[in-house]
């Protein structure tokens, strides 16, 4: 008797299991959402700061050639999402596997099979959050806490997982109760 659906398709021959448990490993999971929000504003200031000293630049420099400097503008904002989107995949997609401010928190962003990101997925991970976001409300990051992993929509759609970092993990464990 095969194996394989009505599509042809084995579910056994390709399919990678999870690679982070949270029911054997949950402290990899241990307060990751409040650490993770913080994160987030720590990544917006970080994007924010260039953004603005760019803006300001611009207009100085409109001042200063009577108005026709603020013809970049028009590239101002094409030029904040490119350096949104460079951040989020380079840093995302170092071996670090987290922004700056997942960084500051002790978080790594892993696929779900547990590699490492790279900068593409960081990339577009970036874009999925903001369109997800953007055009299902803020309620979509509700999701979170009605899943073990503590997955939010857009880590469900991309395949990827917020941990603990592995140094902090093997603290929380020693920290909880009964450990």
Known sequence: MSNTGPSGFSASSNMKPHAYDPVSNPELFEGV????????????????IPVMLAAIFILIFGFITLGLGWILFWLWWPAAVIWALIYYGATLGSPHSATIGMRVMELQMRTWYGAPCYFVLGAVHAIVFWLTVSLLTPFILLVGFFNERRRLLHDILLGTVVINHPVRAPAARDAAPGA
């Open 33 to 48: 959402l409040a650490r993770r929000v913080i994160a987030f504003f720590i990544d917006v200031i970080v994007i924010a």
